[in-house]
């Protein structure tokens, strides 16, 4: 009895496509797959046949959906990527910014009320500040766990004078957490750590940063001067293998 070929249907050929390139590595972990229209314009289907298409590939636990908004901060118009550390991203931009540590710092985990996990072991406090040309432009305070030997940067100072280079070489890397933003006018302290007027408005972002498993990595509070920094959104769905 001759054998039955059994025809695929468009949203089967794009799922086996798309599943044979993230089991065959080309497609590896936090790669994007594209947007919907891009999907089905290589493959000359509807979007609605993609979304399907996408509906299965997760089902099937080979991709992530992170749907809602994003944003990011921008310095002259240029986006800063944070995954890098912003001295690195402000540097590629070419402009004259330097970076001041002003101070790093052992505290107990009391002393800081809006950190989550700190736990007994306390946290770190690392404050800086960027100038243009001379001028401060920004202030910025990260709050880090004092474990995996974090607890002794007030000692030791940060890896290449890179937070985000230190956090990674103790195990640290942020995965996932929130991003507030609202317009502030910074105090007496602040004021006379950027050489402004008290009562200058600026542009004030909180971001809390965890790892995959969920554990606490970063509480970053920076305070950007709005002539110079910006907020950058993008919304929709973006697609990413796992």
């Not at 099937?60 to 310095?75: E, K, N, P, Y």
């Not at 950190?115 to 920004?138: E, K």
């Amino acid at each position: 009895m001759a054998s039955q070929v059994i025809a695929r249907t468009r949203r089967e050929q794009i799922v086996d496509a798309l599943a044979r390139r993230i089991r065959g590595g080309e497609l590896q972990s936090g790669d994007r797959l594209g947007s919907e229209a891009e999907i089905a314009a290589e493959f000359a289907v509807s979007r609605g046949t993609v979304r399907q298409a996408l509906r299965d590939l997760q089902e099937q636990d080979l991709i992530a959906t992170r749907a809602g908004v994003g944003s990011f901060v921008t310095f002259e118009g240029t986006p800063l990527d944070a995954k890098g550390g912003w001295a690195r991203a402000l540097s590629a931009t070419g402009a004259d910014i330097t970076t001041e540590e002003l101070g790093i710092e052992l505290m107990s985990g009391s002393e800081i009320s809006d950190v989550p996990q700190l736990g007994a072991d306390g946290c770190v406090v690392v404050r800086r500040r960027r100038l243009l040309g001379g001028t401060g432009v920004s202030y910025e305070q990260a709050v880090v766990p004092a474990r995996e030997g974090l607890a002794s940067l007030p000692d030791t100072g940060l890896v290449n004078h890179s937070l985000t280079e230190t956090l990674r070489s103790a195990g640290l890397v942020a995965d996932h957490g929130t991003q507030d933003v609202s317009v502030a006018t910074i105090g007496a302290e602040v004021a006379e750590i950027l050489g402004r007027e008290p009562g200058s408005s600026f542009l004030r972002t909180v971001r809390i940063s965890f790892d995959r498993s969920g554990q606490f990595v970063e509480r970053v509070e920076s305070y950007l001067d709005p002539a110079h920094f910006s907020l950058h959104l993008t919304f929709g769905d973006e697609v990413t293998a796992r």
